[in-house]
């Protein structure tokens, strides 16, 4: 799992499309007055208020201290807890699961899979959205040219995302215990408000662990020079986001 430290200010201000496209998701869990609900991955705090407002009795819980001290800031009247989804426990199991676009950042799945699991009471559910198979495919293949063109491409690490197949998540949730009742992948072409430049840098500053300032400056410059022909129209940049949504119960 990549080590991140999120800009929470610079998340909400120019990458706030995350929480935007993670409203129509809460359609998906349909949340019930009086329900306990937990937001794994909740950054900010902005959808777990939204889930809130339904009446559900709303907990949030994120690994970056950042995002949670934003999100306390912001959301005073609900609980936010830094956690790691691979290994967290609460006292009470809750009715409902919520996730969306963080799952994705894991390595150890199975780990997320079984807490995940734990945390939810029998016949609760799981309502989740992360990158699907082939997101941002061709943003990764531009910055990978990059580094070839610079001589450092054996310097990328093996870190990075994991973006699953229907197939490969759903087995990997049915293999730990869950029934999957809907699975969709889809695709999102997403306008970037903080440009391709300023993507790369919040969402794939991890990739340059081990290069210079300077290195990560001409690499970056290059992957966005490589991309603009198919990734800029009209004065915008867009990404090749792809989706993947389920719903699963315990």
Not at 1 to 14: C, G, I, R, T, V
Request: hydrophobic content about 40%; charged content about 25%.
């Amino acid at each position: 799992m990549p080590e991140l430290k999120w800009n929470a200010n610079l998340y909400d201000d120019k990458y706030a499309f995350v929480s935007k496209y993670g409203e129509d998701l809460i359609g998906w869990l349909a949340p019930q007055k009086g329900e306990s609900i937990l937001d794994v991955g909740c950054g900010t705090g902005q959808l777990a208020a939204e889930i809130a407002e339904y009446g559900a009795r709303v907990t949030g819980m994120d690994q970056s201290p950042q995002m949670i001290e934003k999100a306390r800031a912001a959301y005073p009247g609900l609980p936010f807890d830094v956690k790691d989804v691979r290994d967290f426990t609460y006292g009470e199991p809750f009715d409902a699961l919520f996730s969306n676009a963080m799952l994705h950042w894991v390595d150890d799945q199975e780990a997320a899979i079984a807490s995940m699991y734990l945390a939810l009471k029998p016949g609760g559910r799981l309502v989740l959205e992360m990158g699907g198979k082939g997101n941002v495919q061709e943003i990764i293949q531009a910055l990978e040219e990059a580094m070839w063109e610079a001589g450092c491409r054996e310097r990328l690490t093996g870190e990075g995302w994991y973006f699953p197949s229907i197939g490969e998540y759903t087995s990997l949730l049915e293999k730990g215990g869950f029934r999957v009742t809907t699975a969709l992948h889809f695709d999102r072409e997403t306008p970037l408000e903080g440009g391709m430049e300023g993507w790369i840098r919040m969402f794939g500053g991890f990739l340059f662990r081990l290069f210079s300032p300077e290195e990560t400056n001409k690499i970056i410059a290059r992957a966005v020079e490589l991309l603009k022909p198919g990734h800029y129209r009209g004065g915008a940049w867009y990404a090749d986001y792809k989706r993947l949504r389920i719903k699963a119960v315990k």
